[in-house]
């Protein structure tokens, strides 16, 4: 098993992968499963799993496919990386490791990731917490043009969408990362130290082909597979979450991000939204790892 900085990443078949995770705390304790983001890996949980784990959680933390030390049974599965299949990854690990409901929480795609599970499978999610709200989204609906400087936010993926964004990514993924981190999270000073602990995830064989299908996936650039079309076809009502739910948000979130007045009608069960405060970004759960750890302790409570 490979060590972190937090604990021995262990590695699982689940569904169409061997997944690499950490499992920390005692395994009859409430199952919290962290989801991370594009440009970042488990290393954002680094402090809010073994806080948990000390206050009697199971916190298993998975490195998206793409990611770290998950790879693909077989070469000839599609390198997909829509989020029905994304999502369908969650729960096929929450199988293989035994755990039939946790608070599912994250941010970016581990966010949307949540959000996904609660909504198709919410007897496999107690509660929920999501940074930056509902992120549900469809083909259709992201064919609708914003106003140009919201279309300036989302630059990376229009540079996705050709082939030169796919070769630049490749050469330059380090970099790309590095500067995403610093748009994202502009008060965030955090160290070499820590960005190369994320960065090595992304040496993963198929991080380059993941990361560019989900961007070229979501403007209708790229197909996904048919399996997935009946759960894309319900995930495109933009379905309402009825899971007991925290959304968070920093408040200098540099990434492209709703006001949270307009998502809170997505939520119909108990609901509460957190602003944090002191220059956190998109990150949050690294940025303001207490918060977070506060957040799932929170709700769990609001779950009863």
């Given at each position: 098993?490979?060590?972190?900085?937090f604990?021995?990443?262990?590695?699982?078949?689940?569904?169409?992968?061997?997944?690499?995770?950490v499992?920390?705390?005692?395994?009859?304790?409430?199952?919290?499963?962290?989801?991370?983001?594009?440009?970042?890996?488990?290393?954002s949980?680094?402090?809010?799993?073994?806080?948990?784990?000390?206050?009697?959680?199971?916190?298993?933390?998975?490195?998206?496919?793409?990611?770290?030390t998950?790879?693909?049974?077989?070469?000839?599965?599609?390198?997909?990386?829509?989020?029905?299949?994304?999502?369908?990854?969650?729960?096929?690990?929450?199988?293989?490791?035994?755990?039939?409901?946790?608070?599912?929480?994250?941010?970016?795609?581990?966010?949307?990731?949540?959000?996904?599970?609660a909504v198709?499978w919410?007897?496999?999610?107690?509660?929920?917490?999501?940074?930056?709200?509902?992120?549900?989204?469809s083909?259709?609906?992201?064919?609708a043009?914003l106003?140009?400087?919201?279309?300036?936010?989302?630059?990376?993926?229009?540079?996705?969408?050709?082939?030169?964004?796919?070769?630049?990514?490749?050469?330059?993924?380090?970099?790309?990362?590095?500067?995403?981190?610093k748009?994202?999270?502009?008060?965030?000073?955090?160290?070499?130290?820590v960005?190369?602990?994320?960065?090595?995830?992304?040496a993963?064989?198929?991080?380059?082909?993941?990361?560019?299908?989900?961007?070229?996936?979501?403007?209708?650039?790229?197909?996904?597979?048919?399996?997935?079309?009946?759960?894309?076809?319900?995930?495109?009502?933009?379905?309402?979450?009825?899971?007991?739910?925290i959304?968070?948000?920093?408040?200098?979130?540099g990434?492209?991000?709703a006001?949270?007045?307009?998502?809170?009608?997505?939520?119909?069960?108990?609901?509460?939204?957190?602003?944090?405060?002191?220059?956190?970004?998109h990150?949050?759960?690294q940025?303001a790892?207490?918060?977070?750890v506060?957040?799932?302790?929170?709700?769990n409570?609001?779950?009863?």
């Amino acid at each position: 098993m490979k060590e972190n900085a937090f604990g021995p990443v262990k590695q699982i078949v689940a569904g169409d992968l061997n997944v690499g995770y950490v499992d920390l705390g005692s395994t009859d304790g409430q199952a919290v499963l962290l989801l991370h983001g594009w440009p970042y890996d488990i290393q954002s949980f680094a402090e809010v799993a073994p806080a948990l784990a000390s206050r009697g959680y199971r916190v298993v933390v998975p490195y998206l496919r793409g990611f770290g030390t998950t790879t693909f049974l077989s070469k000839d599965t599609p390198r997909n990386a829509q989020q029905a299949a994304v999502a369908v990854d969650a729960v096929s690990l929450m199988d293989a490791v035994g755990i039939e409901s946790a608070i599912v929480a994250g941010f970016d795609w581990g966010a949307r990731t949540a959000n996904i599970v609660a909504v198709l499978w919410p007897q496999r999610c107690r509660a929920m917490v999501s940074v930056s709200g509902y992120l549900i989204g469809s083909q259709d609906a992201n064919k609708a043009p914003l106003p140009p400087e919201a279309e300036l936010a989302w630059w990376y993926q229009y540079y996705f969408a050709t082939e030169r964004g796919r070769a630049g990514y490749d050469k330059y993924r380090n970099e790309f990362a590095k500067l995403i981190w610093k748009l994202a999270s502009p008060r965030w000073e955090f160290t070499d130290r820590v960005f190369d602990a994320t960065a090595a995830s992304f040496a993963n064989p198929d991080h380059v082909d993941i990361v560019i299908h989900d961007y070229r996936w979501r403007l209708g650039l790229a197909e996904g597979e048919a399996k997935y079309d009946d759960l894309e076809r319900k995930l495109a009502s933009a379905p309402v979450v009825a899971t007991p739910t925290i959304t968070l948000e920093g408040d200098a979130n540099g990434a492209p991000h709703a006001e949270p007045s307009a998502y809170a009608a997505r939520f119909s069960g108990k609901y509460v939204n957190r602003i944090i405060t002191g220059g956190v970004g998109h990150n949050l759960p690294q940025e303001a790892p207490q918060a977070f750890v506060d957040a799932i302790v929170e709700v769990n409570d609001l779950a009863g």
